[in-house]
């Protein structure tokens, strides 16, 4: 049969092995969004057109840990960019 004195040992250490853990949280995050096929991306090159005195955007291309990636027209070209690069291979 199993103490009440042995779970809260268990749980103690539990708890100590995940706070030495956050630790490293930001090698955690960066790991994950490089092994990621989807991420953040930032817009690194764009074309537009005068309309009006209005920006049309007619294409964008972005920079992620996976290469640069042009995705389909949207009529947008927002700075950031989540995307998911099997979707535009």
């Given at each position: ?5 042995n779970?809260?040992?268990v ?22 969004l ?56």
């Amino acid at each position: 049969m199993i103490s009440k004195r042995n779970i809260f040992g268990v749980l103690a250490v539990s708890f100590k092995i995940f706070a030495e853990g956050l630790n490293y949280w930001p090698l955690v995050i960066v790991a994950a969004l490089y092994i990621s096929p989807a991420g953040p991306h930032i817009r690194w090159e764009y074309q537009y057109r005068n309309v009006y005195d209005q920006r049309v955007y007619t294409s964008c291309t972005y920079l992620g840990s996976k290469g640069f990636v042009t995705p389909p027209y949207t009529g947008q070209c927002p700075l950031i960019k989540w995307i998911d690069v099997r979707k535009h291979q």
